[in-house]
């Protein structure tokens, strides 16, 4: 069935670094995926929605520039978090629309821990 | 503006049922979708609802009313392993999910 996953679980780096993660979805073609990032016992927060093909629409507040998305095809879109800092450190979780039973259901990848030493 | 309200906490008994309500304000309205989010761990769906009545899948049914912004989300004989957070989430016209803070359900034995 359609599962969206998420590349990697859990990811250290040192500050200044620069981390990819990325988001598939399988068994069906994804044109929107949804960046979101979440703090401890906070709700989601919608960092960005990326587009296949073209560029990203970030959320106010979001910075584009350190927060690279890019959407490359139907299946795969990737977040690439630059010079990260500690500050950074957080929940990370795509998430995809697939038509089910006629319905758009979003789906969600199981998440990336990002921890900015 | 847009808001959504599902209480903060509630506790439930194993083999109980519970029900979680929410109410929202949405700009335009495409559906209302339930997920379950355990501690440490991304949202998984559980419902989706874009009529009025009650959609019942298993141990979980969802109920919507459009007209009043609520929609409930019903557990049955609850396991311990349904503690989690529960996250209400209207659709606004954009297509945009609204997230509130979600209920956290507690069970005990």
């Known amino acids: 069935g359609a599962v969206v996953s998420q590349h990697p679980s859990r990811v250290i780096c040192k500050s200044g670094t620069s981390v990819k993660i990325e988001c598939r979805s399988l068994d069906f073609q994804a044109t929107t995926m949804f960046w979101y990032r979440q703090f401890p016992k906070q709700s989601l927060m919608l960092m960005a929605t990326s587009n296949e093909g073209s560029k990203a629409t970030y959320e106010q507040g979001v910075e584009k520039d350190k927060f690279l998305i890019n959407h490359a095809s139907l299946t795969l879109s990737t977040l690439t978090v630059t010079s990260a800092h500690p500050e950074d450190s957080s929940f990370y979780i795509c998430s995809a629309r697939d038509a089910i039973g006629g319905d758009l259901i979003t789906l969600f990848g199981p998440g990336t821990r990002l921890t900015v030493t | 503006g847009q808001n959504i309200d599902q209480p903060t906490e509630m506790t439930a008994t194993e083999g109980a049922i519970v029900q979680i309500n929410c109410t929202y304000q949405t700009s335009g309205f495409n559906g209302l979708f339930w997920y379950q989010q355990h501690a440490g761990e991304a949202p998984t769906f559980l419902s989706y609802n874009v009529l009025d009545g009650l959609e019942e899948k298993g141990r979980f049914s969802s109920f919507l009313s459009r007209s009043k912004g609520y929609s409930y989300l019903l557990l049955k004989e609850l396991q311990m392993k349904d503690s989690a957070s529960y996250l209400c989430?209207?659709?606004?016209?954009?297509?945009?999910?609204?997230w509130g803070a979600g209920t956290k359900l507690i069970i005990k034995p």
């Open positions: 989430a209207p659709m606004d016209s954009n297509y945009q999910l609204i």
